[in-house]
């Protein structure tokens, strides 16, 4: 008698297509998921870099010199405009020191501090977020008006309530930046 060998031959073309259909739905599914959560990892780096420039910014305020210039320098912007935000240091992500946006010389001490401290990280959050005024956003924690803006830079200042913030910006190197502060109980907008 002979016997019959039962050659595998391998899977169908039929089979082929069902299972690369299901793991198509599996990615798609999958996908939308995952990229949310790595835009909130994203986010919540940018939230802790913020944390850090505050504490080294607080830590510099601490010294008696630069903490009377910055009270004056925001005593004097404030005698203009008492709703205004004091912009005190400004940077572009990935910029190697802060820069001094304004007229008074006597920030670049605080400069010089912030700079041997915290030096300004890279922003890990690029999508478009809201700007100030928009959302849920307390107009005291935001910069600027205009609606959205891609996350580009960092600024220090002072806003109407007296409380020291650190902004993430759209990037602008000057005073008419424009963001919102990540401070802890002022970032419901980017988290």
């Known amino acids: 008698?002979?016997?019959?060998?039962?050659?595998?031959?391998?899977?169908?073309?039929?089979?082929?297509?069902?299972v690369i259909a299901i793991l198509?739905?599996?990615?798609?599914?999958?996908?939308?998921?995952?990229l949310r959560y790595i835009d909130k990892s994203k986010r919540a780096d940018d939230i802790a870099s913020a944390d850090a420039i505050q504490t080294a910014l607080k830590a510099s305020m601490?010294?008696?010199?630069?903490n009377d210039i910055v009270m004056a320098w925001d005593v004097d912007i404030k005698d203009h405009?008492?709703?205004?935000?004091?912009?005190?240091?400004?940077?572009?992500?990935?910029?190697d020191e802060w820069t001094n946006p304004t007229t008074n010389t006597d920030l670049d001490e605080l400069k010089e501090v912030l700079d041997k401290t915290?030096?300004?990280?890279?922003?890990?959050?690029?999508?478009?977020?809201?700007?100030?005024?928009?959302?849920?956003?307390?107009?005291?924690?935001?910069?600027?008006?205009?609606?959205?803006?891609?996350?580009?830079?960092?600024?220090?200042?002072?806003?109407?309530?007296?409380?020291?913030?650190?902004?993430?910006?759209?990037?602008?190197l000057d005073t008419s930046v424009e963001g919102i502060a990540l401070n802890p109980n002022a970032c419901r907008d980017y988290k």
């Open 118 to 172: 915290c030096a300004p990280p890279v922003i890990k959050y690029k999508k478009k977020i809201a700007a100030g005024g928009v959302g849920n956003s307390n107009s005291n924690y935001c910069l600027g008006t205009s609606g959205q803006f891609t996350p580009k830079g960092w600024a220090v200042g002072i806003n109407p309530n007296d409380e020291l913030c650190v902004y993430i910006t759209n990037g602008a």
């Open 24 to 34: 198509a739905i599996l990615a798609a599914a999958i996908a939308p998921v995952v």
């Open 81 to 95: 405009d008492a709703s205004a935000t004091t912009i005190l240091l400004v940077c572009a992500s990935g910029d």
């Open 62 to 66: 601490s010294e008696g010199d630069i």
């Open 1 to 18: 008698m002979k016997k019959r060998l039962h050659i595998n031959k391998g899977f169908s073309l039929v089979e082929l297509i069902i």
